[in-house]
C-alpha cells in the first residue's frame, strides 16, 4: 500500500536548475520525517536533505547553499529545489519517509548534469 513516487529529474547543464517532487501515499505523511539522499556511480548513498513534519530542515554539506527542501503535507508531496547544479551533483536522487520506526523510499530519480 505503500508508494513513493519521484519526479523531475532529467539532463541539466552546469548551473542549471531543477525542483525534483516526491508524491506519498499509504502513510501517516503529515507525522513523518522525510528527505532526500542521491547515490552516484560507485559511491555511497549520502544525505542532501532533510525536513521535518513541522519544517526544520538540515542539508548536507556538498548542496549547502544550492537546495533547498520543502514539503506540502496537504498533498502529501516532498520537494527539492536545486539551483547552481555541478557535474558532481550527478546521481540518483532518493525520497525518503520515516515515521513509526519504518524507513521507506522511492525508487529514485537520475539526474544528470553535462554540458
Known amino acids: 500500500q505503500v508508494s513513493l513516487v519521484e519526479s523531475g529529474g532529467g539532463l541539466v547543464q552546469p548551473g542549471g536548475s531543477l525542483r525534483l517532487s516526491c508524491t506519498v501515499s499509504g502513510i501517516r505523511f503529515s507525522v513523518a520525517g522525510t528527505g532526500w539522499y542521491r547515490q552516484a556511480p560507485g559511491k555511497e548513498r549520502e544525505l542532501v536533505a532533510l525536513?521535518?513534519?513541522?519544517?526544520?530542515?538540515i542539508y548536507g554539506d556538498s548542496v549547502k547553499g544550492r537546495c533547498s527542501i520543502s514539503r506540502d503535507n496537504a498533498k502529501n508531496s516532498l520537494y527539492l529545489q536545486m539551483n547552481s547544479l555541478k557535474f558532481e551533483d550527478t546521481a540518483v536522487y532518493y525520497c525518503?519517509?520515516?515515521?513509526?520506526?519504518?524507513?521507506?523510499w522511492g525508487e529514485g530519480t537520475l539526474v544528470t548534469v553535462f554540458p
Open positions: 525518503k519517509v520515516a515515521v513509526s520506526g519504518n524507513e521507506y
Open positions: 525536513i521535518s513534519n513541522v519544517g526544520f530542515t
